[in-house]
């Protein structure tokens, strides 16, 4: 069983950054380690401005479509070059909620890759809010469910063929 490294020890020499008195330490070092830990999150992680502009995206994009956050960051019709036209409606209802600081959870859509192929993904969202409640825009959390969605479709199928048996 592990245990949580106290402040007065010495990090071991696999402790990524020293731990410091107070929750995290630093203003830089918080930054730092958010920072860290915002670009190897695994899933798509993106920050949208109130106008729905996007601001940042971490390197999951490249992962799970093929483009690069600054091949993103560039694209005039971002995200829609990624979304699948019969799944774009649905979409831009998620961005409409989005945009009036809703918040939603695991709505499924097919994501198209730069090599041509389609994944099924789902995404969430949420208002983003600063320490004084001035709102600063939203963020989207994708992932792929391409798994999931087969697995789904295996047993309809699968429970289709019991019926018949029946």
């Not at 890759?113 to 989207?140: E, M, N, V």
Request: aromatic share 10%.
């Amino acid at each position: 069983m592990s245990r949580k490294p106290q402040p007065s020890e010495s990090p071991s020499p696999a402790t990524p950054f020293s731990w410091q008195s107070g929750p995290v330490g630093s203003a830089s070092l918080d930054r730092d380690v958010f920072r860290l830990i915002a670009n190897y999150t695994y899933d798509w992680e993106s920050w949208h401005a109130p106008d729905g502009q996007l601001l940042w995206l971490n390197a999951a994009v490249t992962r799970m479509t093929g483009y690069t956050p600054t091949e993103c960051l560039a694209a005039e019709d971002y995200p829609w070059f990624l979304v699948a036209e019969s799944d774009r409606d649905r979409l831009r209802e998620v961005l409409t909620d989005a945009l009036a600081a809703g918040s939603g959870n695991d709505v499924e859509f097919q994501l198209l890759h730069q090599d041509g192929s389609a994944h099924w993904a789902a995404i969430s969202w949420q208002p983003i809010y600063d320490d004084r409640k001035r709102h600063l825009g939203f963020r989207t959390s994708i992932r792929d469910i391409t798994d999931r969605h087969r697995l789904r479709e295996e047993l309809r199928l699968y429970n289709q063929h019991l019926e018949q048996l029946v």
